[in-house]
């Protein structure tokens, strides 16, 4: 597709329940970032992945938070037993390698954990 | 530590009026800063990219600078308009290939009529 399409735009979902999330970057990029922006707060930055390297993780909050890109494309944010504090909007970005690089934001999925 | 301020805060001007939003940063190395554009509910846009080298960058109405020695970046928005309601972001590049991203927590622009 021409932009970065994110999955599903809003989720609301019980306490303790998982949760899945998925990015579509643009094709051909090989950067993929995951972020998420709580109320009133900046963006924070969970997990990176780039090419077939071993993914940046240093950001997720938690072991309850995981991800995977299969096949260098389409990624997928899991978050296991959620809680109140996971409420956010969750960002998906993909860009190339080389700088200065543009990177590319989905619309995101407004998570509410009730 | 690697940081993004960014001020005002929030913003609120008459349509048809210009503003000027900063951001000041303290990343080390310095690859590349972009200002991006967060509409309500939606993902940032990107406004401009700007390497080291680089001092001015305009895209419309909109004109970014940057002062690599003093480690500051400006936004200025001209004629504003009533979507240029938004909130803007200021985000940095560390390192040498760029692959860590440090964001501003952002201003809020409301423009009025």
């Known amino acids: 597709g021409a932009g970065v399409s994110q999955s599903p735009s809003n989720k609301v979902t019980e306490k303790g329940k998982d949760v899945e999330l998925r990015c579509d970057p643009i094709?051909?990029?090989?950067?993929l970032y995951w972020y998420r922006q709580s109320l009133g707060q900046g963006l924070e930055f969970l997990i990176y992945f780039q090419g077939n390297s071993a993914p940046d993780k240093s950001g997720l909050p938690s072991d309850r938070f995981s991800a995977e890109r299969t096949g260098g494309s389409v990624s997928t944010l899991t978050i296991q037993r959620t809680q109140q504090e996971d409420s956010a909007v969750y960002l998906c970005?993909?860009?190339?390698?080389?700088?200065?690089?543009?990177?590319?934001f989905g619309s995101g999925t407004r998570l509410t954990v009730v | 530590k690697n940081q993004v301020e960014q001020s005002p805060q929030s913003l609120i001007i008459l349509e048809g009026k210009n503003c000027t939003l900063q951001?000041?940063?303290?990343?080390?190395?310095?690859?590349?800063l972009r200002w991006y554009k967060q509409d309500t509910g939606r993902g940032p846009v990107s406004l401009t990219i700007m390497t080291f080298s680089e001092n001015t960058k305009s895209n419309g109405r909109y004109t970014a600078t940057l002062d690599a020695d003093t480690k500051q970046s400006s936004l200025h928005i001209t004629a504003s308009q009533l979507s240029d309601s938004a909130s803007y972001i200021c985000?940095?590049?560390?390192?040498?290939?760029?692959?860590?991203?440090?964001f501003g927590k952002g201003t809020t622009l409301s423009v009025s009529s």
């Open positions: 951001c000041n940063y303290t990343v080390s190395p310095f690859s590349n």
């Open positions: 985000v940095v590049s560390v390192g040498q290939a760029g692959t860590a991203l440090i």
């Open positions: 970005a993909s860009g190339t390698r080389d700088p200065p690089m543009g990177y590319t």
């Open positions: 094709s051909g990029h090989t950067a």
